[in-house]
């Protein structure tokens, strides 16, 4: 269950006291004049709140306003799309259809035709990183592309102008092994960590390290943006869970269920993260709930996650086995064991990583073992 940690729990309270003891000698020192210090500030509190603009609105006035706020900015982001004249409420709604189906679970796109008619003998070959890659993110428009490497640097590439840029370090030295990044919906924010057990957040807009958070101790082997926000998950081999609020660069809270090290995290719309580990297990934490769902079936660490919907995701283990499952049963829905076959010693090559195609049938996955990547589709 989602925990705050004991450090700031004593914090607050050693804080608590020491303010009450402040208090307590301010008032024997001055006598009475604690009232009317008091009875200023709250008259400056409701002069404050009278100028605010939303002080009297009810809850429904308020819901009315921030839907009235989200069309209009969606009006915005469709006028650079297509000619004012075409702009009406059936675009409008199909937008909103599809974003409601989207965050549901509802909507699926059909994309396995794709891949049969890609011609995947002409790779498209980037260089950049002095070590061995270790991680890749896309942007959600696929436009940027964002890698790290074992060593320490992070790259991000524009697809469209085929430019690249180093991003991480600043300076030409080298520095810890990134293992993994994740680049906000709006393309805004990137973030990296590794084995340097501090979260490396970059600007793309600004063109520069906004901070390293810090709160792990030990390797950072999994970040994931929530859904359109600036809400960030993190998964580290000191077996906890952490939420990021990186609009303002602050921590959230601790999410403490693993037995062992977690190895990889994801997320979609909803407020809920998805991590696996080295206990063989897979769990979903529903954040405002304070609770977790723990998912087993694999017989061997689980190295990797992917969330296809809300409803659905795949994990790859050390067994060898890639299972879909839903978040509605505890056991997974279908079982490919052997997905990359069997190594000379009888053992099954792992399943190192995956990823799905959000809101579709299919997803990839990969071995390090094998050498070799795999298409499926539900």
């Not at 009317?36 to 809850?59: N, R, V, W």
Request: charged share 30%; glycine share 8%; aromatic share 6%.
């Amino acid at each position: 269950m989602p925990k705050r940690s004991r450090a700031s729990t004593a914090r607050s309270s050693k804080n608590g006291r020491a303010a009450a003891q402040e208090l307590e000698s301010d008032v024997e020192s001055d006598g009475g004049s604690i009232e009317g210090e008091t009875m200023a500030s709250s008259a400056q509190l409701h002069d404050d709140l009278e100028d605010d603009p939303f002080f009297a609105e009810t809850a429904d006035e308020k819901r009315a306003r921030m839907a009235k706020d989200y069309l209009q900015k969606l009006d915005q982001t469709i006028s650079g799309e297509v000619d004012a004249a075409e702009i009406d409420d059936e675009i409008i709604a199909h937008r909103l259809r599809q974003e409601t189906a989207e965050a549901s679970g509802r909507l699926k796109r059909k994309v396995a035709d794709q891949f049969k008619e890609y011609d995947f003998g002409k790779a498209d070959v980037r260089r950049g990183h002095k070590g061995a890659a270790t991680c890749v993110s896309c942007s959600r428009d696929d436009a940027v592309v964002v890698t790290g490497a074992k060593d320490g640097t992070v790259m991000k590439w524009d697809i469209v102008s085929e430019t690249k840029q180093r991003i991480f370090p600043s300076s030409k030295k080298f520095g810890p092994s990134i293992m993994t990044t994740a680049v906000s919906d709006d393309g805004n924010l990137i973030a990296m960590a590794g084995q340097a057990s501090k979260i490396h957040v970059y600007d793309s807009r600004a063109g520069k390290l906004l901070d390293d958070l810090s709160g792990h101790k030990g390797l950072i082997s999994g970040v994931a943006f929530r859904r359109n926000s600036h809400e960030l998950f993190s998964g580290c081999f000191d077996r906890t869970g952490k939420v990021w609020n990186l609009d303002e660069m602050a921590y959230v809270e601790s999410l403490f269920g693993h037995y062992s090290e977690i190895t990889s995290m994801d997320a979609m719309h909803g407020e809920r993260a998805l991590s696996c580990g080295m206990d063989r297990t897979v769990r979903l934490w529903k954040i405002p709930e304070e609770t977790q769902l723990v998912f087993r079936g694999h017989h061997a660490a689980i190295d990797c996650v992917s969330m296809v919907n809300e409803e659905c995701f795949v994990s790859g283990s050390q067994d060898g086995a890639l299972s879909l499952w839903s978040t509605k049963k505890k056991k997974p829905l279908s079982v490919i064991k052997a997905a990359h076959g069997l190594r000379d010693t009888g053992d099954a090559n792992w399943v190192s990583s995956v990823a799905a195609y959000r809101v579709s049938k299919c997803f990839v996955e990969s071995s390090k073992h094998h050498g070799h990547e795999h298409i499926f589709a539900q």
